[in-house]
């Protein structure tokens, strides 16, 4: 079983930044595919950024250029900078964990709200 607890969320003006964690309790954090997803009042939750146990990523067309994910194996956490904020990134934003041994095996976090103010 994995517990993921997401923390850096808050209240920020547009052109800001904010910096998303997310500790991961369990062993073998270096297998999972560790991703942010948000969902914003009224919409789907949708993918923002991901990374695999290496350096690969992927990110939305909506996080490109602002927005970096990373990971730090040891301390079995997963960051997301934000730069650049816009009001429309405000949302709620979701840590999520995908064993890569099996991808039916997959884990969300509580949430933390971001609100970008125009």
């Known amino acids: 079983q994995v517990q993921l607890v997401e923390s850096g969320g808050g209240l920020v003006q547009a052109g800001g930044s904010l910096r998303l964690s997310c500790a991961a309790s369990g062993s073998d954090f270096s297998l999972f595919i560790m991703s942010w997803f948000r969902q914003a009042p009224g919409k789907q939750r949708e993918l923002v950024a991901n990374?695999?146990?290496?350096?690969?990523?992927n990110y939305a067309d909506s996080a490109k250029g602002r927005f970096t994910i990373s990971r730090d194996n040891a301390k079995n956490t997963v960051f997301l900078q934000m730069d650049s904020l816009k009001p429309e990134d405000t949302a709620v934003y979701y840590c999520?964990?995908?064993?890569?041994?099996?991808?039916?095996?997959?884990?969300w976090g509580q949430g933390t709200q971001v609100t970008v103010s125009s």
């Open positions: 999520n964990a995908v064993d890569s041994r099996n991808y039916g095996i997959n884990y």
């Open positions: 990374i695999f146990s290496g350096v690969r990523t």
